[in-house]
């Protein structure tokens, strides 16, 4: 099992920064992929940004050149640094963990950190 705990969301203006940080159970080693995903009112959840454990780093188009995914390894924390934020980054962003537990792949998410960008 992982438990995931999310930080750092808020409120902040267009053109604005925020930091988000997951905290994760165990070691990041041990885990498969983790990653960002964001869910807007009314909206499907979205994968924002990921790594998986041979450091290969995903982002969504809208994102790329404005947010970044980094880790800290002996914190066993992922962090999503988003920098120009726009009104539409607006959202419910959850911390993701995939991994394996026994024989089975399996997803785990974090309880959700608001981002709310004023425009």
């Known amino acids: 099992q992982v438990q995931l705990l999310e930080s750092g969301g808020g409120l902040v203006q267009a053109g604005g920064s925020l930091r988000l940080s997951c905290a994760a159970s165990r070691s990041i080693f041990t885990i498969d992929a983790m990653g960002w995903y964001r869910q807007a009112p009314g909206k499907q959840r979205e994968l924002v940004a990921s790594?998986?454990?041979?450091?290969?780093?995903s982002y969504a188009d809208s994102v790329k050149g404005r947010f970044t995914i980094s880790r800290d390894n002996a914190k066993n924390t992922v962090y999503l640094q988003m920098n120009s934020l726009k009104a539409e980054d607006t959202g419910v962003y959850y911390c993701?963990?995939?991994?394996?537990?026994?024989?089975?792949?399996?997803?785990?998410w974090g309880q959700g950190t608001q981002v709310t960008v004023s425009s």
């Open positions: 790594f998986t454990s041979g450091s290969r780093l």
């Open positions: 993701n963990a995939r991994a394996l537990t026994g024989l089975v792949l399996k997803d785990y």
